[in-house]
T-cell receptor
């Protein structure tokens, strides 16, 4: 079983739509959670950290459910510029330095 | 430019040849990571350094792969006797380490093994 599982999509939504991505992680002892964004043929960039109580950054809301071991990302009022692949990232349990990446969920926002 | 830099951006080689990639992390970052990414997949962890010490290596890192960070600054990743399955994007990232796990990636080295 992979450490991080994501639905690869693709998700195709119109501008202004609300879209949500989920991912699940296998290790209940994981402590750090992130969403990264990767544009086509570019390197991944940190979008936001995910905190236990949930957190919001503008149009983006991240939530963590430790009991079910899943993480979500909600994007409101989608923009064309949100088109990218969104990577769910979780740290290891005994390997403090290692971060595990999901395969990513592809989002296309159309006009 | 104060970001993570990688060299070369692209490398085309023949099967069986050796290749070496270089990564220069953000100067104040003490952790340096190597990841590999293939099309349609997320980055896969290869190895990471805390200063000059290589603290962890993935099972993916076969005997043909070796990484160094001799002075705790730049790092090199060498692949010996390349195989077609080694074709991928090799990404380097750095972080502040214990104070933050946030990774800052370089643009990567795209390796094509013919």
């Amino acid at each position: 079983r992979k450490e991080v599982e994501q639905d690869p999509g693709p998700f195709n939504v119109p501008e202004g739509a609300t879209v949500a991505f989920n991912c699940t992680y296998s290790n209940s002892a994981s402590q750090s959670f992130f969403w990264y964004r990767q544009d086509c043929r570019k390197e991944p960039k940190l979008l936001m950290s995910v905190y236990s109580s949930g957190n919001e950054d503008g149009r983006f809301t991240a939530q963590l459910n430790r009991a079910s071991q899943y993480i979500s990302l909600l994007i409101r009022d989608s923009k064309l510029s949100d088109s990218a692949t969104y990577l769910c990232v979780v740290n290891g349990y005994s390997t403090l330095g290692r971060l595990y990446f999901g395969r990513g969920t592809q989002l296309t926002v159309w006009p | 430019d104060t970001g993570v830099s990688q060299d070369p951006r692209h490398k085309i080689t023949k099967r069986g040849q050796n290749v070496t990639f270089r990564c220069d992390p953000i100067s104040e970052h003490n952790r340096l990571y190597w990841y590999r990414q293939t099309l349609g997949q997320g980055p896969e962890f290869l190895t990471y350094f805390q200063n000059e010490a290589q603290l962890e290596k993935s099972r993916l890192l076969s005997d043909r792969f070796s990484a160094e960070r001799p002075k705790g600054s730049f790092s090199t990743l060498e692949i010996q006797r390349t195989e077609q399955g080694d074709s991928a994007m090799y990404l380097c990232a750095s972080s502040e380490g214990s104070r933050s796990e946030k990774l800052f990636f370089g643009s990567g080295t795209q390796l094509s093994v013919l």
